[in-house]
């Protein structure tokens, strides 16, 4: 089993900026890539952006391409999402997950989720 706790969410203004965690623990060796997914009230949840955890090598949705930044520390099993000039259409839940088999931007390739932390961007 792989458990994965996010935290990092909050309130903040539109432009500001926040470093989302999620920390792995359990079988964290099973882990081939991790994405960060969101999804606001009443819509679908979203791919944001993942990470292969040997190679390190990156993809992100159009919407947050320039603004965000995933990025791993591999020695504390931590995976970061760094949120810069955020919009108010960037509030959403929040979700991290781990994939076995790959580095997708489909909810249905990661085994392993969290519970969420909220991010709101206010006007």
């Known amino acids: 089993q792989v458990q994965l706790v996010e935290s990092g969410g909050g309130l903040v203004q539109a432009g500001g900026s926040l470093r989302l965690s999620c920390a792995a623990s359990?079988?964290?060796?099973?882990?081939?890539?991790m994405g960060w997914f969101r999804q606001a009230p009443g819509k679908e949840r979203e791919f944001v952006a993942s990470?292969?955890?040997?190679?390190?090598?990156?993809y992100y949705a159009d919407s947050v391409k320039g603004r965000f930044t995933i990025s791993r520390n591999n020695a504390k099993n931590t995976v970061y999402l760094q949120m810069n000039s955020l919009k108010p259409e960037d509030t959403a839940v929040y979700y991290c997950a781990a994939s076995r088999v790959a580095s997708s931007r489909g909810a249905t390739a990661y085994d392993y989720w969290g519970q969420g932390t909220q991010v709101t961007v206010s006007s």
């Open positions: 990470i292969t955890w040997g190679g390190g090598s990156t």
């Open positions: 359990g079988r964290t060796f099973s882990i081939y890539a």
